[in-house]
């Protein structure tokens, strides 16, 4: 029993010293092996599949011409969100690029590149009600429906308003629309793509943003593909590639110059 | 000359002697009756002539060629262990049917894997399972179950069950037939159907070691008696002589709480 | 209902093909887990200590602990800790890992029922057959296998009904199921959101083939009743 032991203690050291011998460089790993994985989630108009199954989307084709700027393929791959981090660190993605919100809590969690795009937390409420309510503290006294530990629930609390967690951000919407929750907090990328004319929640407006955020991408700590990714995007925007790639989408209006 | 021969045999188990100094023979042709109270090790002695124990001293001889030596404990391999075995049947108490098999496939069974094992038995396949099969079929009819080859075990009375555990032992032509108290699982009326065959069986001289409890029938059926106290043989003769005359007091007693009994 | 006319095309396609998955995962988990739950039930029956111990211990590890946590390790830990991520990050590695999680832990739960039904087969069948001249080897194919498996098919149709629904745990290493294609048209996918209808019309499928399951394994039963 003794000996099963030491032979445990030593294999638990053996591995922490490994892990302490981290790759040298992130960007050599990836060229090394000529793939970049990229995680992301069906999130348009970020990241989404068009008819013929292929994922698209502003940050898709972003990706897309970053893997071929180092001179890599580039896969798309859907993961769970929440397991984003073990993903990056278990080394089965090499990025999360999917309008991920610069948290303190992200870029704490991973290394992050510059902003590209700006994003708020804006208030969905049922068209026909959206009327009655002037300005944020006019909201007090609703139920926001919220996705579990993102940004919107944070900005609620702030405000002391009362909240639902639910655990996507569509399943928000899917809450007002219901009727089961007064108003729903979510990205605004996402209520320009989903509420409104024309979108699955004809009946739901957004109004207010309850306050202002930026999207990055992220990698593993210390990874040296952010500063490389940070060059292409200044790049890209010197040269106009990612307004283009912008206006496609519908987002032109959202984003940040690089320099 | 004696068909079987044992010689000191000796057997323990854990701490605990089960059988002391057993010396015996048996002649070909003849029935051998073991009595004695349950735990005597009667059983026990059918087990090592079988191989399914192993003596811890002792010979065992069949036709004069040694089966067993426990002064030359060599290891003996697994095929060899089958040929010595095949010079013993032995009739379970419990019938051991093979259940997924019919009464002929219980019969047939174990000469149809023997038989793969012959060089000549690609070529004459057919043959050698239709002989294998008329004879199978042959000793249902012989234990009065004609009518029943095609039955499962599940399908037949214990009685009927017990006469195909006899035709599956016979099937394999043993030297020694031994019975290991084949009525004790049955039910009173059964029994007589059991012991019916046995004594034609006996009649037909076949060469047979039984263990019961029917006094009369052992009584009867035998040749020769052993009655066996405590792991070692009490007493052996004649039927007439042990049933009627026995020497020895504890066979007075065994046999006398057998007759309070009745 | 004109909406969701209109939604069907794309959601059947999509749950047809996360179902395909599931049922991938199914059968590689049975075609691997039976045999491998056999030689984990031989092991524990091992006259050698130490291997016997061993697979013991195995099987309360992975019948003592939850799948899902089991798939994170699998899939996650030679990444995480090893720094050799050998699954890769496609989906490819991803079903394979889950393969691997699913196959482990249903062969554990196989081989407790393969002890079981080893063990219910009475020692006289082995002496029976012992004194009839047959091999050990010949002794299981020809007399305590068939025996065996009729004393395993009700509790392994029981697992095999509940693998079936087990394989959605997969979905946490992000394995696209079925489970997950129908909850994608809740979150927004393929131009549909909000759609709640595909996450509670995988039970169709579930139940359909599950239907088709105990159909089979009962005639497998119905099969095996000829003897007692």
């Known amino acids: 029993m003794k000996k099963l032991l030491s032979l445990l203690l030593a294999a638990a050291m053996l591995l922490t010293l490994t892990a302490a011998f981290a790759e040298d460089s992130d960007l050599a790993y990836v060229q090394g092996k000529g793939k970049l994985v990229v995680g992301i989630t069906d999130f348009a108009p970020m990241d989404y599949k068009n008819e013929a199954g292929e994922w698209i989307g502003f940050d898709a084709d972003m990706a897309k011409a970053f893997g071929a700027s180092i001179g890599v393929e580039v896969e798309l791959i859907e993961i769970d969100w929440d397991n984003k981090v073990l993903e990056l660190n278990g080394k089965t993605i090499d990025c999360v690029w999917n309008g991920m919100t610069l948290t303190d809590e992200v870029k704490s969690a991973m290394s992050c590149s510059n902003a590209y795009a700006n994003n708020a937390q804006v208030v969905i409420l049922p068209a026909d009600k959206a009327a009655s309510y002037a300005d944020v503290p006019a909201l007090s006294g609703l139920t926001f429906a919220v996705e579990a530990g993102s940004a919107g629930e944070a900005e609620v609390k702030a405000l002391g308003y009362a909240t639902t967690a639910v655990s996507t951000q569509a399943d928000t919407l899917m809450e007002v629309a219901a009727g089961t929750s007064d108003a729903a907090v979510i990205d605004a990328l996402m209520a320009a793509a989903m509420v409104g004319e024309g979108t699955g929640y004809a009946g739901l407006t957004y109004t207010f943003s309850l306050n202002s955020e930026e999207y990055g991408v992220g990698f593993r700590t210390g990874s040296d593909l952010v500063d490389a990714l940070n060059a292409f995007l200044a790049a890209s925007y010197a040269d106009g590639t990612m307004q283009a790639i912008a206006e496609t989408y519908g987002v032109q209006a959202a984003i940040i110059p690089q320099a | 000359m004696a068909i079987l021969e044992v010689e000191h045999i000796q057997k323990s188990f854990g701490g605990t002697r089960v059988l002391e100094d057993i010396s015996f023979s048996l002649e070909k042709g003849k029935t051998l009756s073991l009595i004695g109270s349950s735990g005597s090790g009667k059983t026990t002695l059918l087990r090592c002539l079988n191989f399914l124990e192993t003596p811890d001293q002792g010979i065992i001889r069949v036709n004069g060629e040694v089966l067993f030596d426990g002064s030359q404990p060599l290891k003996q391999s697994a095929s060899e262990l089958r040929k010595k075995r095949l010079h013993f049947g032995l009739v379970f108490q419990s019938f051991n049917l093979f259940p997924q098999y019919t009464a002929l496939g219980n019969v047939m069974l174990a000469g149809s894997l023997l038989a793969k094992e012959r060089p000549d038995y690609k070529e004459h396949r057919r043959e050698i399972q239709a002989e294998l099969e008329a004879t199978g079929r042959d000793l249902l009819a012989q234990m009065g179950l004609k009518e029943k080859v095609d039955n499962y075990p599940h399908q037949l009375s214990g009685g009927q069950c017990q006469r195909v555990a006899i035709a599956r032992a016979l099937a394999l032509h043993p030297d020694i037939l031994c019975f290991d108290e084949p009525t004790s699982a049955l039910d009173p009326e059964l029994t007589g159907e059991v012991l019916r065959v046995i004594r034609e069986l006996a009649e037909r001289e076949t060469t047979m070691m039984i263990v019961t409890h029917e006094m009369v029938f052992a009584r009867d059926v035998a040749d020769t008696v052993i009655f066996m106290d405590d792991g070692k043989i009490c007493e052996q003769g004649k039927p007439l002589d042990v049933f009627d005359h026995p020497k020895e007091e504890r066979t007075k007693q065994f046999l006398a709480r057998y007759r309070e009994q009745r | ?228």
């Open chain 3, 1 to 228: 209902m004109e909406l969701i006319m209109k939604q069907m095309p794309i959601v059947f396609n999509a749950l047809n093909v996360g179902f395909l998955h599931t049922l991938q995962l199914f059968f590689i988990t049975l075609i691997g887990a039976l045999p491998l739950g056999l030689l984990i039930a031989l092991g524990t029956m091992s006259r050698f200590k130490l291997l016997s111990l061993f697979n013991r211990i195995v099987i309360w590890i992975v019948r003592g602990s939850p799948l899902m946590i089991q798939l994170l390790i699998i899939y996650y830990f030679p990444g995480l800790v090893l720094h050799n991520p050998i699954w890769g990050g496609g989906e490819t590695g991803r079903f394979w890992a889950a393969s691997v999680a699913f196959i482990i832990n249903y062969a554990c739960y196989f081989a407790e029922i393969y002890r079981g039904g080893i063990q219910s087969i009475p020692n006289g069948q082995t002496e029976a057959g012992l004194v009839l001249g047959m091999t050990h080897r010949q002794i299981f194919f020809h007399v305590k296998l068939l025996q065996m498996i009729k004393a395993i098919v009700p509790p392994i149709s029981n697992e095999i009904i509940t693998l079936v629904k087990d394989t959605s745990l997969s979905r946490i290493i992000a394995l696209q199921e079925i489970i997950w294609a129908g909850q994608s048209f809740l979150k927004g996918s393929q131009g549909i959101s909000g759609a709640v209808w595909p996450l509670f019309f995988t039970a169709i499928y579930y139940l359909v083939w599950n239907g088709i399951m105990t159909v089979a394994l009962g005639r497998l039963e119905k099969r095996l009743s000829y003897f007692k």
